[in-house]
């Protein structure tokens, strides 16, 4: 009966095995799609947990980069109608700078001032814009606003589907290790040299 202390078990934990003897390990599929290697040991109840919640998750995801590109889609429309912006092979920035100001000219004039020539738009129509009121540029801006707005909430989604997939993952390896553990013990340990005790945690596989 192999015998590991608790302190060597959390240094190996992380260890896996890409295939079992079976076949693909119950955490490389939980891995590849959350809950799988909960229902393959046998734990539908918390497989379906995770299967839940990674649908909940790609709809949203689905959902704030939808709506994003909708925005997108409705702000340079906007801009194209309202400010005479030929919206082709434009960068982010260009799109800010266009809802901070009233026209090229505008935002060309105040970047000479500070002598910051690199940053100026060429003067010729495909980097022109001038708003036919400042009601429509703050309704742009708006727009454009609310498109970053729900990119980043995709952002953040993305980022909660991976962690979706590494907690399953490690879910599923705690389940192996807890059903192959025979008997835990707690040995006493005293260092008379240093005339310090405690105790140490093993678990017998």
Sequence with gaps: MKKLSFITKIFIIGILSVQSAKGISPVVKSFLLPGLGEYALDEPGRGKTFIISETALWTSFAGALIISNN??????????????????????????????????????????????????????????????????????????????????????VAGGIVLNHIVSAIDVLYLKRISQIQKITVVPMVDYEKSASGIALQIHF
Excluded at 114 to 127: D, G, M, Q, T, V
Excluded at 148 to 153: A, F, G, R, S
């Design 71 to 156: 925005y997108t889609g409705r702000f340079q429309a906007f801009a194209a109608e309202n400010a005479g912006v030929v919206p082709e092979s434009k960068n982010q920035q260009f799109w800010i700078d266009v809802g901070n100001y009233n026209s090229r000219e505008n935002y060309n004039e105040e970047h000479l001032r500070f002598r910051e020539n690199n940053a100026l738009y060429p003067n010729n129509a495909k980097w022109a814009w001038i708003w036919s009121s400042e009601k429509k540029r703050k309704q742009y801006r708006n727009y454009r606003i609310a498109s970053d707005q729900w990119l980043l909430t995709a952002k953040f």
